[in-house]
């Protein structure tokens, strides 16, 4: 009978990584539906990159608000967990405190003392973040795009960081040997009094429910990372690794049209030559959908925080303009996410839905056309995700695959092409202006 709490607890474990396990499985497998790009080369470049950003937040701190409390929660969230080793293997073995013995009572309270006051201020700043959210209102967090999931997913785990901390506080001013002890309850010490009243059994009992739902609740919120724009705890280290590193406004050659440009400028090319026999299908000319779309690109959707720096400094979005490159990146996750659910449905192979994220059911053109692109979106962005990329691809499908650029676009690219200039004049007026009075 005793032992039957440890099979509850390996029972419970063993399911929440099953799922957790089957659920990053599955993330791959999407991202890995993109296209393959290289971003093997500077690896010392990229690993600074990921510690500057990733692990050390730099981008995030650009705000100092909110990079501040940012990261509070993220250091505390990350060195209270060491706390769940140790929960981890005390249900497993059915022992209390298994690190008490081996740290020595005084180390080990000072390691709880310190999970105890990150508690609390992880506490205040979820607390803060929520404040801004939901009561000051940041115009960020009320972009039309953030109604609905996004905006309570937002809120969700905010609530749920809170019911953690308590949970951890609760689980130490109940465990009357810690209280006794004197040592690691800097903060608990303060809970104890509401509990003046409860006998010594009602207080093991209500250290044993906060010790249960705590780590349920870890598994819970383990799980939940996936349907959450709180991937990117774990996303933002290879996503900064990975990251573009050409300067930022060097957009790259589509290598097909390098080729026929080459061609037609090289003297001794036949430019009636028929195709090589192994040549294959011509490749597509941009981005319609996610598939068209490369790996790091599908990445980043699935990285991004939705927090809408990027939006907020967009000069289309702060002009009125229907683009927000935030919601650039949750329709490429949605629609990808969709396709996903679609290759499950139908064992393993996609089966046309008539749907494309280039459309009416997420990036409309207007959106893509609307881009300046000026690149304040990718230069703000904490997790260096890249929207535009995604634009430039569209704008490049649109145009080369089905001349529909809008129509001031067209003259001047037909300008270009006759006149050498984007104005309407032929070349050889271009001279006028010097006999002009
Ligand atoms: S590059 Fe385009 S999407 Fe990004 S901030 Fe500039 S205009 Fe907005
Ligand atoms: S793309 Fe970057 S800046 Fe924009 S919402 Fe996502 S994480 Fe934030």
Redesign the pocket.
Known sequence: MQFIPNIIFAILLGVGVYFFANNVKKLIRNIKLGKDVDRSDQKSERWANMIRIALGQSKMVKRPVSGFFHIVVYVGFIIINIEVLEIVLDGLLGTHRLFLPILGEGFYGFLIGTFEILAILVFISVTVFWLRRNVIKIKRFWNKEMTAWPKNDGNYILYFEMVLMTLFLVMNATDVHLQQSGTGNVISQFIVPLFHNVSFEGLHLIERIAWWLHICGILVFLNYLYYSKHLHILLAFPNTFYANLKPKGQFPNNKNVTKEVQLMMDPNADPYAAPAEDAGEPEKFGASDVTDLNWVQLMNAYT????????SVCPANLTGKELS??AI?MKTRDRLEEVGRNIDANKGTFQDDGKQLLGDDYIKQEEIWACTSCNA?VE????N?D?LSIIMDMRQYLVMEQSAAPQELNAMMQNVENNGAPWQYSQMDRLNWVNEE
């Open positions: 991004c925080t939705e927090c809408g720096r990027c939006t490159p935030r990146m979106c703000e962005c904490p997790v995700i929207p």
